[in-house]
Every structure is written in C-alpha cells, then in structure tokens.
C-alpha cells in the first residue's frame, strides 16, 4: 500500500481523486494548495505526490520545485 498526496484546489477533484486512490487500497493524503502541499509533502513523505498544476498563489510546477530542491 502506498501513501499518496493528492494536491488541488477543486473539491470535487480532490474529493474524486482520493476516492479512487483509497478504492484500489492506497493510504491517501490531501491538500488543498500547493504552499500546504509542500508542508505536507515533507512531513509525511508520501510515495507519491498527485499535484493539479493550475492553482493559485503556489501552482502545481512552483511547488514541485520546491519538494525537489
């Protein structure tokens, strides 16, 4: 089983996302934006980061900048 971030601003999506990723027996993480995705990325250490690239103040490639450095 896998721990999976999921980071977007839409709640329908997030909300679709996780239920698919808890559906197949994945651990699921959630976030609303890219500034909590990144805190939340770091503490928790998923095995991977679903990340919308559209949102505001921190975008999807912002923030994965960031996770990567």
Do not use: C, W, Y
Not at 22 to 35: F, P, Q, R, V, W
Not at 45 to 59: A, G, I, K, R
């Amino acid at each position: 089983m896998a721990r999976i971030l999921i980071v977007d601003d839409s709640p329908s999506q997030l909300f679709g996302i996780q239920r698919l990723v808890e559906k197949i027996g994945h651990e699921s993480l959630t976030a609303e934006d890219g500034a909590s995705g990144v805190e939340l990325a770091k503490q928790a250490q998923p095995d991977l980061v679903l990340m919308d690239v559209v949102m505001p103040n921190l975008n999807g490639f912002q923030a994965t900048r960031q996770l990567s450095r």
